[in-house]
């Protein structure tokens, strides 16, 4: 029997479409395509301010840690001013209660002299009368013995020295009371105007955040205020671009049976540069089947479908911008 060549030739285009079938429909593959995107940071402030400055035009290339506009908060200036108005009061009235306290101690240590001066005074008289009564009796060859003679007197004497030692030790007593409302009064002028002083810092830690400054490496993508414009907080003010591809999107072909999980990690490899590698993240899916874009087809001229997919890539990534990759499940 003749071998008929036609009989090759349907075998042939037969494999052929079993192939193509599983190849560019995506069976039973475990690979398939995206290409990398980067997600636009939108930067805002988180007080209403008035735009100062806008140092950067849409287009421009910053880097992480540039200054991108500077702002002015005039709450600020209040809050600042009010707090070394608050001090400057504490200290007058500490000053002036002090002032007061040091008269009450002047006032005090002259009343305690005039108080000893007429106590000792009416020692001095005691004692000189007994002198002179001493002397009397002596030439009228009388006893001077003072325990014998006038022990009146005597315990006068020593009523008059208890009251000197009794006002003494009032004098220091009271002395302590008012040196002790003094402290009190130096500390809570320190505490008053410590607690004031957290909020001047606070304020002026608040001054130095009066700028918007870029994240990451990038390019301005959009400006969305002017100079001299009041911005409500959160309110959208730029938006950069990383330089950087930060995720991929790709798609698990519609008749893929592939299963997976948010987490899972997946091999990346650069569909034009073949020796560029690297690993992400699955971080989010789209369990809706819809049309690929024509780049991410295996054929381009054959509509396919597939199930959206989301992969975080590492920020020290080496794919380009919109570069094309392949995506495998390990």
Not at 6 to 22: H, I
Not at 194 to 218: C, M, S
Not at 241 to 256: C, D, K, M, S, W
Request: charged content about 25%.
């Amino acid at each position: 029997m003749k071998f008929n060549a036609l009989y090759l030739v349907w075998a042939v285009a037969f494999a052929a479409c079993f192939w193509l079938k599983d190849n560019f429909m995506g069976r039973s593959n475990t690979s398939f395509f995206g290409a990398t995107e980067t997600e636009s940071r939108i930067l805002n402030y988180d007080h209403t301010v008035v735009i100062q400055n806008v140092l950067v035009k849409t287009g421009d290339k910053v880097r992480a840690g540039d200054t991108l506009m500077l702002f002015y908060r005039s709450e600020l200036d209040q809050e600042s001013a009010e707090g070394l108005s608050d001090i400057n009061q504490y200290a007058a009235e500490k000053n002036a209660q002090n002032s007061i306290l040091d008269k009450s101690l002047e006032v005090l240590k002259a009343q305690h002299q005039t108080e000893l001066s007429e106590l000792q005074g009416q020692i001095r008289i005691e004692q000189a009368e007994y002198s002179a009564e001493s002397g009397v009796r002596k030439l009228l060859g009388e006893s001077t013995d003072p325990n014998t003679t006038d022990p009146l007197r005597a315990e006068k004497i020593a009523a008059l020295r208890s009251q000197i030692r009794q006002a003494e030790q009032e004098y220091r007593e009271r002395v302590q009371e008012v040196q002790a409302e003094r402290r009190a009064n130096e500390s809570i002028y320190k505490a008053r105007s410590a607690k004031t002083q957290v909020e001047l810092d606070f304020v002026k830690t608040e001054r130095q955040r009066l700028a918007l400054i870029a994240p990451v490496d990038g390019f301005v993508e959009s400006i969305a205020v002017g100079n001299a414009e009041v911005v409500p907080q959160h309110k959208e003010m730029l938006k950069i671009n990383p330089l950087q591809p930060t995720r991929i999107r790709g798609f698990v072909y519609e008749h893929a049976e592939i299963s997976y999980q948010l987490g899972d990690t997946v091999q990346l490899n650069a569909y034009s540069r073949s020796s560029v590698l690297s690993k992400g993240v699955i971080i989010g899916s789209n369990p809706q089947v819809v049309e690929l874009p024509v780049r991410l087809r295996k054929m381009p001229e054959v509509r396919t479908w597939g199930r959206e997919l989301f992969i975080k890539i590492p920020n020290d990534n080496p794919f380009y911008l919109n570069e094309k990759i392949v995506i495998s499940f390990e």
